[in-house]
């Protein structure tokens, strides 16, 4: 029996020598928890507080009885995005085209990062720089404009060239079969100048001791690319590949929105993505609980990409992992 008591007694012991411990934690690093206050702040406010609301997917929502006084239907908002079609095609959509920003965005970033590390004339480097990180400050909105008046039927630059040589004009905005392309090159030009500085930050830290033996060996610029710095910026590159699975199902609606709109119906099969239904959904049809069920399902898959890319990561490349 007393040994039995004992047995009991140690657990509360514990328990408070790792409040000690885990106290004395929190004091010894209260600088680097008051700097990330902030962010964790943000996190609670934006992210933890608003989860009730997504009570939302799984009502028929009414103004009158608010969120938690209208009809419970279940999974009926679910049900009704299978079985329409709306959510394989939203969803083939978002994946595709972020697939292809992620692999074609980070492959043209780190192209952009070696080229500027190899370029000699300083001045030159810094120009061209700056030339290309322009872009990312562009507005959204300026983008579309701007694209507006080069690809519009009746007064767009393209089309005016065309019937100058004597060819007939483009009907771009009702032709979806184009949209991919244009999409596609409008996020490159404005993300590559801005996405390149990480990737040309790590070829910073490499030992530059590293490259100067290879070059005695008798490397060539091209083996020193792909024996050095690529196998360098391996982790950085896994790192952000990771980082931007977790958005794959996240379409950019500022960039679809402002090059295509919302409501262009004959461009729907392939520019329509999650967020422009959203957007369809709470603006056009006051749809919030359609809305809120395709966001739910949003983050589910989003949360499920991650954790099954980073399983396959730590099976092939344990370090590189994020957990």
Not at 8 to 30: D, G, H, I
Not at 35 to 48: D, E, Q, R, V, W
Not at 132 to 151: C, E, K, Q, T
Request: net charge positive.
């Amino acid at each position: 029996m007393n040994r039995a008591f004992a047995e009991q007694s140690v657990p509360p012991a514990l328990t408070k020598q790792s409040q000690f411990t885990l106290w004395r934690k929190l004091r010894n690093n209260r600088t680097l928890l008051i700097m990330c206050l902030p962010a964790i702040l943000f996190f609670i406010l934006f992210s933890y507080l608003p989860m009730p609301g997504l009570y939302l997917a799984f009502i028929n929502y009414n103004y009158s009885d608010g969120i938690f006084g209208s009809e419970f239907i279940g999974l009926d908002n679910f049900r009704f995005l299978v079985s329409s079609g709306d959510l394989w095609r939203l969803t083939f959509n978002t994946v595709a085209y972020n697939l292809a920003f992620i692999l074609l965005g980070n492959g043209l970033q780190i192209f952009v990062a070696i080229m500027l590390n190899e370029l000699r004339n300083k001045y030159f480097k810094k120009v061209s720089q700056t030339l290309m990180f322009l872009p990312h400050f562009i507005s959204a909105v300026l983008i579309g404009l701007i694209a507006y008046n080069i690809l519009s039927f009746d007064y767009g630059l393209l089309n005016s060239i065309l019937k100058s040589v004597g060819m007939e004009p483009v009907k771009t905005y009702s032709n979806p079969g184009i949209w991919p392309y244009i999409i596609i090159l409008t996020y490159l030009w404005q993300s590559t100048g801005y996405g390149s500085i990480v990737y040309f930050a790590a070829i910073m830290g490499l030992d530059s001791e590293i490259v100067e033996a290879a070059e005695i060996d008798g490397a060539n610029g091209f083996q020193r690319i792909r024996y050095i710095i690529l196998p360098w910026l391996k982790p950085t590159f896994i790192i952000l590949l990771l980082f931007s699975l977790g958005g794959v199902l996240r379409g950019n609606f500022g960039l679809f929105y402002n090059l295509v709109g919302a409501n262009n119906t004959m461009l729907y099969s392939t520019t329509d993505i999650i967020e422009t239904f959203v957007f369809r959904s709470l603006m056009n049809n006051f749809n919030f609980s359609m809305g809120s069920a395709v966001s739910l399902y949003q983050s589910l898959f989003g949360f499920a990409f991650v954790l099954t890319a980073n399983w396959l990561v730590k099976k092939f490349s344990p370090d590189n992992s994020l957990f």
